[in-house]
């Protein structure tokens, strides 16, 4: 079959560029995919016991003001522990307190009231970056609570790992590395990833989610587009609400912001 002529010479062009360091991509590969999502934790981990039961990809969870984020990747093994994996290209979007925002988001979603603190869950905030953005040089970084005047861990079973995605030696973690930033699935290291890359890059099926989604994207930033227009010309004074609102065919609620939404 001629994808380009079915599918688009842009849309397969722009296929063919994504590794699984782009969220969107990286996210539609685990999606719902309990081998891959195994396998990366127990890589970083180092653990092979681990047996994951659940994965949701672009999981959306709210904090108790109604603020709400986008997860990369959620899922909870046997034992009830909590993952979330990140994948970013820039600092900005690793930065420490976005960890730490997303670690408390966690608990308090699986949380309900009465519930007793010793049965919190386990978490692990688990974000893999394009570079060094903890800049020592190092392939993993483990943050944990610590006690400063004794140096024991704190164990409040709350943990934030940075992955350095600049890592190419020939460790697991290396290789794995390696896959998330390789484009050709021939070239991966890890079967189960280039596996799911191929069905994602050259099947009819896995090329026309691709283009669903890059479709849904497009849509997406042209509404924010619209918004933000329409925001900027109301804070102008060029034009009244009602008539920004007529023009761009937008509702009240569509020019809230977040902070407008959660209080």
């Not at 849904?216 to 924010?224: F, P, S």
């Not at 918004?227 to 065919?249: N, P, Q």
């Not at 009240?252 to 209080?263: N, Q």
Request: proline content about 1%; overall charge negative.
């Amino acid at each position: 079959m001629d994808f380009e002529q079915k599918f688009g010479h842009d849309n397969m062009q722009r296929i063919k560029e994504f590794c699984l360091m782009d969220d969107t991509f990286m996210s539609k590969c685990f999606e719902d995919n309990i081998e891959c999502t195994e396998l990366v934790l127990h890589i970083i981990l180092d653990r092979n016991d681990l047996a994951v039961e659940s994965v949701h990809a672009q999981h959306q969870i709210c904090s108790l003001q109604g603020r709400s984020i986008v997860l990369d990747i959620y899922a909870v093994d046997s034992a009830g522990k909590r993952y979330n994996i990140e994948v970013q290209r820039s600092y900005d979007g690793a930065v420490t307190k976005r960890a730490r925002y997303n670690s408390s988001l966690l608990d308090a979603n699986i949380t309900n009231a009465g519930d007793r603190y010793e049965n919190l869950a386990e978490t692990y905030v688990i974000f893999i970056t394009e570079s060094d953005v903890l800049g020592g040089n190092e392939p993993i970084y483990h943050i944990d609570r610590i006690i400063r005047e004794t140096g024991k861990y704190f164990g409040d079973e709350s943990h934030i790992i940075y992955v350095n995605g600049k890592n190419r030696d020939e460790t697991p973690l290396g290789l794995l590395m390696h896959d998330f930033t390789c484009k050709n699935p021939e070239d991966m290291k890890y079967s189960k990833l280039a596996e799911r890359t191929k069905f994602l890059k050259e099947s009819e099926k896995g090329v026309a989610s691709m283009c669903r989604i890059m479709e849904d994207l497009r849509r997406e930033t042209a509404e924010k587009t619209k918004i933000e227009m329409a925001r900027k010309i109301i804070l102008s004074g060029e034009m009244s609400e009602d008539k920004v609102k007529k023009m761009f065919g937008l509702s009240d609620d569509d020019l809230k912001t977040d902070e407008d939404k959660a209080s």
